[in-house]
């Protein structure tokens, strides 16, 4: 078992306001994090010019010497592993 660092950089960010809502409305104060477990965390404004995130994933040689990747911020099943960001309203 090791680790590595991902590092995922963003820009052209989706703006502090995007919409429409299903009421036709649009959204306000949206913000940009990684998600950790279920939580989006390191929150950047969506109007931002860019954000960076690192976070370190755990790697695992099987038996059958395939990798397998895990950690926090590590979702989905064997073979449909991914790293996810969230937006939305802080509240």
Request: net charge negative; hydrophobic share 30%; aromatic share 6%.
């Amino acid at each position: 078992m090791t680790t590595m660092v991902v590092e995922i950089r963003g820009h052209d960010l989706p703006s502090r306001r995007c919409g429409p809502t299903p009421d036709g409305g649009s959204y306000d104060n949206i913000h940009v994090g990684i998600v950790r477990r279920a939580d989006p965390i390191e929150l950047a404004p969506g109007d931002a010019p860019s954000a960076r995130w690192q976070l370190e994933v755990i790697v695992r040689r099987g038996d059958d010497g395939t990798f397998d990747f895990g950690g926090p911020f590590v979702h989905g099943k064997r073979g449909e592993r991914h790293l996810g960001l969230a937006l939305g309203d802080p509240g």
